[in-house]
Structures are given as C-alpha cells and as structure tokens.
C-alpha cells in the first residue's frame, strides 16, 4: 500500500522547520520521515493501492517507493 501524507519539511539552508509543505508518497510513517529536509507529518490524505496511479501520480516520493515501483 502506497500512502500520501502531507509533511512540513525544513529549510534546507537554515533549518528553520514548518518551513514547506510537502505531498509525498511513502509507505508508513517512518517512511515518511526519510524524505529529504523531513520535519514531521501534518496528515495522512489517503492510500493507493495501484502501483500504477502512485507511480503516475504526480508527488514526490520516497526512495523505498521509487525502489518498490522500478522508478530508481
């Protein structure tokens, strides 16, 4: 199962956090966490459970789902 939260991340030069908002695919929560410039998670909005409406879903995505989906 294929999970979209929606995450602050932090600014990548100073560190500040709830710098962004982010849409990212990931499989659980501490999937999640290892997106670049992570800071925490604001909501999970749902699950696909089609490889292929993640894969061409348009969000960014964790490296463990790209490997998952051969997109690495």
Not at 13 to 27: M, N, P, S
Not at 49 to 72: C, H, I, R
């Amino acid at each position: 199962m294929f999970n979209l939260y929606e995450i602050y991340t932090c600014d990548p030069e100073t560190g500040r956090t709830g710098w962004d908002i982010e849409f990212v695919i990931a499989l659980d929560r501490d999937d999640v966490a290892t997106f670049p410039n992570f800071d925490c998670v604001i909501l999970k909005e749902g699950s696909y459970s089609d490889k292929f409406l993640a894969a061409n879903s348009g969000y960014p995505m964790t490296e463990a789902v790209q490997q998952l989906l051969g997109a690495v």
